[in-house]
Each structure stands twice: as structure tokens, then as C-alpha cells.
């Protein structure tokens, strides 16, 4: 085609800036995608989540993306972290984004394949962030699937530059260019922007788009030879991250297990201390006997402190499992609590007040030396 009848098709050709101002119902996946991401964060928000931040537990609980916990069995949180936002702003700047490139990339390509790039491109960017981002780092947001969307956009922009005129073509595929390079380039320097899933749903997003491109115009020069070597690449791409995917540092059940007997222990520790406190007040207001009391505090603390160390000592938890630490604090001072109990029994039983004072004395003690911490000095009881 000589430069004279390609200029006439561009200027003949329906304007694509205008796909993105179309009627609502010719683009019911993006709208269906944004409203989904929107009565996601509204739930979260009723269910403890922050207006500004949410809380890492509430994240966790709704599927965010994290490395020991999906290379334990939660594969589903490949998916599930798309549609989660842990702020007001981090939904907004996603939404908005998604709204204006989606639209017009959905007319471009179809519903179907669109939804396609999309989800297509969020699990791969999300596969790359497990990769790369280890086991450091709680995961979530539509970027990397939004990041697809500008992929696929691009690739159809140079696809179908002859067509495009010519000023329409430079604002639209330098702005998507543009926008993708400044926010990667933000990821390298500001902490907490997970890169890894905007460079791997970008190029997801463009290898995909060009195996479910779509021409403006059906043509006979058109050539499949593209769409299957950009099949190859990206199930090749897919195949090299998932086996070599790490094996995670900790185990996220057992890491679990760990943080449900400690709050436990913790409910249980205080019960126990009532019960302490409780057994020594009888004695002084109705002249219980030593025996009686110590008894009681056989019964009803030493044997629980002793349980409760016994639950804490089986379980199994890697040494880089975040709550590694504070279970052995945790061991150490129901030890302290077991023995101080005993020795507080076997005071009131032999009527020696030292060792009572003693035993008193080592409980106090008890939870600033099973962190390692001096206590402040505590008068004797007389």
C-alpha cells in the first residue's frame, strides 16, 4: 500500500481513544473486575482490615500472596492476591489504572481474551514475585495483572500502527509506555512496590497478547507464525518458574500450629495466675492449712505450667519460623512458672518461710529472665 492509501485508511479508520469513552455494557469484564476488587476491600474494611493499611493477620486471612504459606499448599493465593488491596490508595490507583486501560483493551481484544491477559498475567506476575520476593515479603494487589493489560495494549498499538493515526498512536502507546516504565521505575527505588509481579504480568501480558491478538481489520498478510512462537515462549517462561520454584524456609502448617499454642498459652497463663493469686487469698482470709494450699497449687498450677511446657516443647518449628523465638520464651517461662509453683508447694508443706519467699520470688522473675531481661529488684514477702 503506497503512503497515499495508507493515510486515507488511517484517517478512515474508527478513532481507538474512542473504544475507551464506549457504552458501559460493551465492557462488562473490567467493570465486573473493578466492582469485584471494590466489594473485596469494603468486606475486608467490616472485617478488621485498615481504611489506610491493613493489618498483616487480616491480609493472610484473606489470601494474600506470601511465600511459605503458598509453597505450603495455598496455591490458591496465586489468584486470591489480585483481588486484594491493603489501602485506600493502593485500591484507588489500581482501579483507576484497571478503568482506563481495561475498557479500551477489552474492546481491542474481546471479553474473553481479555480476561485472559488479565488473569493470565496476574498469576504469572504473581509466580515471579514468589520467586523472587522469597519468603520475605505479604503480597497483594491487581498491578501485576493490571501491568498485563498495558502489555497486551502495547503490543496491539505497534501491531496496528499503519492503521492508527499517527498522533493517536504516539499518545496512546507513549503513554502506556511511559506509565509503565515510571512505575517500575518507582519498584526500584521505593521500598515495598513489588516489582517482580509488574515485570513479570507486563511481559506476560504482551506474550499473551500477541497469541490472542486480534487485527483492527481482517488481512491476509496476517501471519501465525508470531502467536505460536509467543505460545512457546510464555509456557517455556511458565515451565522454568515453577520448577525452580525455592522450597520455603519455615513450614507455614506448622508455623500456624505455633501462633494457635501461643494464644493459647497465653489465655491459659492468665487463667493460671488467677488461680495463683486466688489460692493465696483464701489462705490468708479463711485460714486454710498449709497442706490445703499446697495441694491446690499442685493441682491447679504446677500440673498446668508442666502441660503447657509439654505443649510448647512438641512442637516442631524451623529456626527461621518467625515464631521460633517466642515459643522457647515461652517454654522457658512456664518452666520458671512450674518450678516456682513447686518450690511455693513444698515451702507451705514444710512451713519455711524462706522458701516460700524464694519460690515467690522466682516467679516474679520468671518472665524477665525467660526473655533474657534483668528485673527490677522486688522487696521479700515477710
Not at 493502593?90 to 481474551?113: I, K, P, T
Not at 494457635?260 to 491459659?268: G, I, K, Q, Y
Not at 512450674?338 to 522466682?362: C, F, H, I, P, Q
Amino acid at each position: 500500500m503506497n503512503e497515499t492509501g495508507l493515510r486515507q485508511q488511517q484517517d478512515s479508520s474508527p478513532s481507538v481513544a474512542a473504544l475507551m469513552r464506549g457504552r458501559l455494557d460493551l465492557t462488562p469484564a473490567t467493570v465486573a473486575l473493578v466492582v469485584v476488587n471494590v466489594l473485596v476491600f469494603a468486606a475486608m474494611l467490616v472485617n478488621g482490615a485498615g481504611l489506610w493499611h491493613s493489618p498483616n493477620d487480616v491480609q493472610l486471612a484473606w489470601g494474600a500472596g506470601f511465600g511459605p504459606a503458598t509453597k505450603d499448599g495455598e496455591w490458591w493465593r496465586l489468584g486470591t492476591a489480585m483481588f486484594l488491596h491493603f489501602g485506600l490508595l493502593h485500591l484507588a490507583m489500581n482501579m483507576w489504572a484497571l478503568w482506563d486501560a481495561g475498557r479500551l483493551v477489552e474492546r481491542l481484544y474481546g471479553s474473553s481474551r481479555f480476561i485472559a491477559v488479565f488473569v493470565g498475567s496476574g498469576l504469572t506476575g504473581n509466580l515471579l514475585s514468589l520467586i523472587v520476593q522469597g519468603d520475605r515479603a505479604i503480597s497483594g494487589g491487581a498491578s501485576g495483572a493490571i501491568f498485563g493489560v498495558f502489555g497486551a495494549l502495547l503490543v496491539w498499538l505497534w501491531s496496528e500502527r499503519r492503521l492508527i493515526h499517527p498522533t493517536e498512536f504516539r499518545w496512546l502507546f507513549g503513554g502506556a509506555a511511559v506509565f509503565s516504565m515510571i512505575t517500575i521505575g518507582f519498584g526500584l527505588y521505593i521500598q515495598g512496590i513489588d516489582n517482580a509481579a509488574h515485570i513479570g504480568g507486563l511481559i506476560s501480558g504482551a506474550l499473551i497478547g500477541i497469541c490472542l491478538f486480534r487485527p483492527l481489520a481482517e488481512r491476509h498478510d496476517a501471519k501465525n507464525g508470531h502467536r505460536w512462537f509467543a505460545v512457546a515462549v510464555y509456557l517455556s517462561a511458565v515451565l522454568a518458574l515453577v520448577t525452580h520454584i525455592p522450597p520455603p524456609s519455615y513450614q507455614w502448617e506448622a508455623e500456624l500450629q505455633a501462633r494457635r499454642e501461643v494464644r493459647e498459652f497465653l489465655a491459659a497463663d492468665e487463667r493460671i495466675n488467677n488461680e495463683w493469686r486466688a489460692i493465696l487469698d483464701t489462705g490468708r482470709q479463711q485460714g486454710a492449712t498449709f497442706d490445703q494450699l499446697a495441694g491446690r497449687i499442685d493441682a491447679d498450677v504446677t500440673t498446668q505450667y508442666q502441660h503447657s511446657f509439654e505443649q510448647l516443647s512438641a512442637l516442631t518449628l524451623d529456626p527461621s519460623a518467625p515464631s521460633t523465638m517466642t515459643v522457647e520464651i515461652l517454654k522457658k517461662y512456664a518452666q520458671l512458672r512450674s518450678e516456682a509453683s513447686y518450690w511455693l508447694a513444698e515451702g507451705l508443706r514444710t512451713n519455711d518461710r524462706k522458701l516460700v519467699n524464694e519460690a515467690l520470688e522466682m516467679a516474679y522473675r520468671a518472665p524477665y529472665v525467660a526473655r533474657g531481661l534483668e528485673p527490677p529488684p522486688r522487696a521479700e514477702v515477710r
